[in-house]
């Protein structure tokens, strides 16, 4: 059992930033990858970020390419999203999810891939 602890989201206006943070309960060893989805009213789960913990290989979705940085500190058994340039439609609810399994990169993509999911972060971005 990974238990997914997210932090770091609120009310921003458009063009600011925001850092959200995923801490893990326990170490978790071999190859596997952490990710970040978010999801709005009425809309489906959306893919925004994953990187891999061995090589350090990182995913974007194409909305968030070039505003977000995904990263990771292996030794705090945690995930960070750096969100720049942040557009009213990026408000979302934040979540982390983790692989416990080495999947092939396209599935990093699908929601129905990761084992464990955090409880979610808020952010809100104003026009």
């Known amino acids: 059992q990974v238990q997914l602890v997210e932090s770091g989201g609120g009310l921003v206006q458009a063009g600011g930033s925001l850092r959200l943070s995923c801490a893990a309960s326990?170490?978790?060893?071999?190859?596997?990858?952490m990710g970040w989805f978010r999801q709005a009213p009425g809309k489906e789960r959306e893919f925004v970020a994953v990187?891999?913990?061995?090589?350090?290989?990182?995913y974007y979705g194409d909305s968030v390419k070039g505003r977000f940085t995904i990263s990771g500190d292996n030794a705090e058994n945690t995930v960070y999203l750096q969100m720049n340039s942040l557009k009213p439609e990026d408000t979302a609810v934040y979540y982390c999810?983790?692989?416990?399994?080495?999947?092939?990169?396209?599935?990093?993509?699908?929601?129905?891939?990761?084992?464990?999911w955090g409880q979610g972060t808020q952010v809100t971005v104003s026009s």
């Open positions: 999810a983790v692989d416990l399994g080495y999947r092939p990169s396209s599935l990093l993509m699908l929601a129905g891939t990761y084992d464990y």
């Open positions: 326990r170490r978790t060893f071999g190859h596997y990858a």
């Open positions: 990187i891999r913990w061995s090589g350090g290989s990182t």
